[in-house]
């Protein structure tokens, strides 16, 4: 698990292709690596890999067909930026919010502003995807925690604080960019819970959470 809160950028040295696979070369800029063993877990752009080798100043890792599929490494290439975050500790501060790493889709820049010091973004997620983002909700993108400030139909809206855009890769994201976007893992457990324990008989009911189903389940009076 992870937090969201970005311990450092790094870059990608190698990139193998291996059939559907890839394994990755990261440079860890400035992440400690003192307590990195082998099979331990590193965030890097969102996505939950494991090392396959420690290096002195980075590591290497295997994504599966089924990773690439889901985000943006089939486009990386070498030298691009990364951002990096190990797993979280018992004694971690929970700065941000829980994060699998566990990348659920793709999004795509649409409109970039500035306010104030600020950077807002506007990203398009897929829709299906689109019933976990809520106002004021938590979302992943790049494997940076953010808060979600405003959603429309399948389009949110996120701001970057200038802490955030220095120790990121967000502030070089521009229109027309993909990111790797994860959900709330709390959202997507409480509709599968719901839709199970409100309609037993149909537990992959296609409707996803209705008023009905919201009411069966005892969120509604």
Same mark, same amino acid.
């Given at each position: ?7 450092? %950028? ?10 559907? =696979?890839? +394994? ?22 969102? #996505?939950?890999?494991? #090392? %396959? ?6 590591? @290497? ?50 409109? +970039?502003?500035? +306010? ?11 829709? %299906? ?14 494997? %940076? ?7 429309? =139909?399948?389009?949110?809206? #996120? ?13 070089? @994201?521009?229109?027309?960019?993909? #990111?790797?976007?994860?959900?709330? @893992? ?8 719901? @839709? ?19 009411? +069966? ?5």
């Amino acid at each position: 698990m992870f937090t969201g809160i970005i311990e450092s %950028v790094g870059s990608l040295r190698y990139v193998e292709r291996r059939g559907d =696979d890839i +394994r990755l070369t990261v440079a860890s800029g400035k992440l400690d690596l003192s307590d990195v063993k082998l099979g331990d877990s590193i965030a890097t752009n969102g #996505v939950c890999l494991t #090392v %396959v080798k420690c290096l002195s100043d980075g590591y @290497l890792a295997d994504i599966s067909a089924e990773t690439v599929a889901l985000t943006g490494f089939s486009h990386y290439q070498v030298g691009r930026a990364v951002n990096l975050e190990k797993a979280l500790t018992p004694t971690t501060r929970l700065g941000g919010h829980m994060v699998s790493g566990h990348v659920d889709g793709i999004a795509i820049v649409k409109e +970039r502003q500035h +306010r104030g010091k600020a950077i807002e973004f506007w990203l398009s997620a897929p829709k %299906v995807l689109t019933r976990y983002i809520a106002h004021k909700g938590s979302i992943t993108i790049d494997g %940076v925690s953010l808060t979600v400030n405003e959603v429309n =139909d399948h389009q949110f809206r #996120v701001t970057i604080v200038p802490h955030t855009a220095a120790e990121t890769t967000l502030i070089t @994201l521009k229109v027309g960019d993909s #990111v790797n976007l994860e959900v709330d @893992l709390i959202a997507r457990h409480l509709e599968r819970l719901m @839709l199970y324990t409100g309609a037993k008989d149909q537990p992959n009911n296609a409707d996803g959470v209705t008023m009905d189903l919201l009411a +069966r389940s005892g969120f509604l009076r």
